[in-house]
């Protein structure tokens, strides 16, 4: 089922992504985690792409298990960047034969060892050309995009990002899944900002819970997002009071507490970065929801 019909009904909703085990032997625990948080009863769960297609086997089988075994709403991840069309269709059409009708459209960045011709060569450059191509070609395909509150890090300008993002949508896109973020305003201006620009479909907050302090690098590496001061001190003192299970403490409230806001303002859902950890999506979303 296309998840934008299911987005339809209004239903309240949490969503999960999830990434590919880079070891084969981690499946079995990663299933595990799958597993525990089916219960949730998630409205969709997505599993992350490899840049350039690296980890394409492992997210198309995943996603086939946990669509065909578990019961899961999923969407995979798809990048365009450096791609041809011989690929991308044969990844829909595995997808299709699996019964999966749904991918998170990304441009995606290219592994190390790519040559730069190959990225020159290939015709599609940025996700609206993987929207466009998906909508023409697979047109039974829900599409998801990303949405960047904080303005992706290679935009002009936040007005030039809404455009690429109304474009978007305008070509296919179904809805929107954002780059995570700390500071609830800076979703609600975006989404404000947004439907100022004619997007209307609707754009899902992602959220992650920060776990220990080594995350909060990788955040900055991956996203750039920002850091509320009083949040960054609150993990800091944590951290000095009892190490990383204090920290977990804190960065799993601020976590729980942006969801609840979000979903008092009317939100419909959220979308919940598990970085493949069971425990603390569960007590987050413990009595969230009715």
Not at 118 to 130: G, M, N, R, V
Not at 266 to 285: C, D, P, R, S, W
Request: proline content about 6%.
């Amino acid at each position: 089922m296309k998840i934008a019909d299911k987005l339809a009904t209004g239903s309240r909703f949490v969503s999960v992504e999830y990434f590919p085990p880079k070891e084969r032997q981690d499946w079995p625990a990663f299933f595990k985690v799958v597993e525990r948080l089916a219960g949730l009863n998630p409205l969709f769960a997505s599993v992350t792409y490899g840049a350039g297609g690296s980890n394409q086997n492992a997210t198309l089988e995943i996603v086939t298990t946990m669509q065909r075994e578990l019961g899961l709403e999923t969407m995979a991840h798809l990048t365009c960047v450096g791609a041809q069309a011989d690929r991308l269709n044969r990844f829909l059409d595995d997808l299709t034969a699996a019964g999966i009708q749904n991918i998170l459209a990304l441009r995606g960045d290219p592994p190390q060892d790519t040559p730069a011709s190959e990225i020159t060569e290939s015709p599609y450059h940025f996700a609206s050309d993987l929207v466009s191509f998906v909508r023409q070609g697979h047109p039974e395909m829900g599409i998801g995009v990303a949405a960047y509150p904080e303005t992706h890090p290679e935009a002009i300008s936040p007005e030039s990002d809404l455009g690429y993002l109304k474009l978007k949508m305008d070509l296919g896109g179904d809805f929107a899944v954002t780059q995570l973020f700390f500071d609830n305003q800076l979703y609600f201006d975006f989404v404000k900002r947004a439907q100022e620009r004619g997007i209307t479909k609707l754009i899902i907050p992602g959220i992650l819970p920060v776990l220990n302090l080594k995350m909060i690098e990788r955040i900055k590496q991956l996203s750039g997002a920002f850091i509320p001061p009083d949040f960054m001190a609150s993990l800091e003192a944590a951290d000095s009071r009892g190490g990383a299970a204090e920290v977990r403490k804190v960065g799993v409230a601020h976590a729980r507490k942006q969801a609840e806001e979000l979903l008092a303002s009317g939100v419909q859902g959220v979308h919940l970065y598990t970085f493949n950890k069971a425990e603390a999506i569960l007590e987050l979303t413990e009595g969230l929801l009715p």
